[in-house]
């Protein structure tokens, strides 16, 4: 079987709108697991601490419009590497395995990006091409690191406790 990325990619405003929606069930996810109700979670808690420090940290002087790019960047890329090559090869459950392991950060995380995985290769394979899960994982990330950079906080006292 080929593989026609370039076919795949084509993107017009319908395809664009679609994966925005599709973004917002992941990243209302996101958004919870960042509350501070989810920090006595088994396995969200810790990889809470993760996300509101050490990768908050990571993107923390980045301006805006980096954050834009980068999610632009690793929409196309990860989903033309993970559903438009690895998918298409190997299929669902192990393209959104290696993906959910090379997100590894912490088991929270593996098991979140590998749900974000399949969900991504559920909409690739439903529309048939990369535009609506690279909008998708674009909006996703973009929402994401915004939200990070500008309204997660995490309390320093929430360790004392």
């Not at 084509?10 to 960042?34: C, H, Q, S």
């Not at 920090?39 to 509101?52: A, E, F, M, S």
């Not at 690895?86 to 993906?99: D, E, N, P, R």
Request: glycine letters at 10%; aromatic letters at 10%; hydrophobic letters at 55%.
């Amino acid at each position: 079987m080929g593989i026609n990325l370039f076919g795949n990619l084509g993107i017009n405003l319908m395809d664009a709108a679609r994966g925005a929606l599709y973004a917002l069930p992941p990243l209302a996810g996101f958004i919870a697991l960042t509350l501070p109700r989810a920090k006595n979670l088994p396995v969200i808690g810790p990889l809470r601490k993760v996300v509101l420090t050490d990768i908050k940290m990571l993107f923390a002087q980045s301006r805006n419009i980096d954050l834009v790019l980068i999610s632009l960047i690793a929409g196309i890329a990860e989903e033309t590497a993970f559903r438009g090559v690895l998918q298409v090869k190997t299929g669902i459950i192990a393209a959104s395995v290696i993906f959910g392991l090379l997100h590894f950060i912490t088991p929270g995380y593996f098991a979140f990006a590998t749900i974000m995985g399949l969900y991504l290769g559920a909409l690739f394979s439903h529309y048939g091409g990369l535009a609506v899960p690279a909008a998708a994982h674009a909006v996703y990330d973009m929402g994401a690191l915004l939200y990070l950079k500008h309204f997660a906080v995490y309390d320093e006292a929430e360790n004392q406790k």
